[in-house]
C-alpha cells in the first residue's frame, strides 16, 4: 500500500468521524465534528499534491518550467488558507455555542430549537 492511499484512507476515516460527531446531538460535539470534519479535508487536500515528490517547484532562470517531477504548491496554499478559516469558524461557534449555553443553561441542540422554547413556555403556563 502506497503512502498516498493511506494518507487518502485515514482522510476517509477522518471525514466519517467528523459526520458522526456532526449529527449528535450536544452542540460541542457537533463543533468537534466540525474541526475534524475539516482536517479530513485538509488531508484530502494536501494528499491530491504529490506527497511522494520532495522537489521544490522552482523554475530555472531561461527554463519553460520546473526540471523533473516536483510538488504542486496548489494544495499546499489552499489547506493553508483553509486552516486559517476553519480557525476562525470554528473560534466564532465557539463563542456562540458558549453564549447559548450561558442564555439557555444546556448545550442540547433540541433545546436549543425556538420550536422547543415555544413548547417549553406553553407547559410552564
Excluded: H, K, W
Excluded at 499534491?49 to 519553460?64: F, I, K
Amino acid at each position: 500500500m502506497t503512502s498516498t492511499a493511506l494518507v487518502i484512507g485515514l482522510a476517509g476515516a477522518l471525514l466519517a468521524i467528523g459526520i458522526y460527531l456532526l449529527l449528535q446531538r450536544n452542540l460541542l460535539r457537533a463543533l468537534l465534528g466540525l474541526v475534524v470534519l475539516s482536517n479530513g479535508v485538509n488531508l484530502l487536500l494536501l494528499s491530491l499534491g504529490e506527497l511522494g515528490s520532495t522537489v521544490p517547484p522552482l523554475v530555472a532562470e531561461g527554463a519553460q518550467g520546473p526540471a523533473g517531477d516536483t510538488a504542486n504548491p496548489l494544495p499546499q496554499a489552499l489547506v493553508l488558507t483553509a486552516i486559517v478559516i476553519g480557525f476562525g469558524l470554528v473560534s466564532f461557534a465557539l463563542a456562540l455555542a458558549r453564549r447559548a449555553y450561558q442564555r439557555l443553561g444546556s448545550a442540547d441542540g433540541d433545546e436549543l430549537s425556538p420550536v422547543s422554547q415555544t413548547a417549553r413556555s406553553e407547559q410552564t403556563r
